[in-house]
């Protein structure tokens, strides 16, 4: 076995558990994933337990964004989930509260970010 005795930075993964940041989302991200994310019936209604797990107001910000009835979906929505995972996920800017390496301050720019299961990771 050989190990490294220096390590420039550790490897270590950071992921939220949920894959996307649920107040970023459109009315046009709803329609073309949310059933996918689970928010959704197959009939592109809200999932009834979504509506009760949520607060008043996010209640109704959520009734408003899934209502379709006068709804022209685009026609071009992003194709791959990558570009959908790289724009909704959750930011490590957003989770990073501190971090320090061998004395030194480091930072969201010393990390490197990777799609992992449709999570930002």
């Not at 993964?13 to 989302?25: G, Q, V, W």
Request: with cysteine; charged share 25%.
């Amino acid at each position: 076995m050989e190990w490294a005795k220096e390590l420039a930075f550790p490897a270590i993964t950071i992921c939220n558990n949920n894959p996307i940041r649920f107040y970023k989302l459109s009315k046009s991200d709803l329609y073309f994933a949310g059933h996918w994310l689970g928010l959704l019936l197959a009939n592109r209604t809200a999932r009834p337990i979504v509506l009760e797990l949520l607060q008043d107001d996010r209640q109704k910000w959520f009734q408003k964004l899934s209502d379709f009835r006068l709804f022209l979906p685009p026609r071009n929505f992003e194709s791959t989930t990558l570009e959908f995972v790289d724009r909704l996920g959750h930011q490590l800017e957003d989770m990073l509260l501190s971090c320090k390496y061998r004395g030194e301050m480091c930072g969201p720019q010393n990390f490197s970010s990777c799609t992992h299961i449709a999570r930002m990771c």
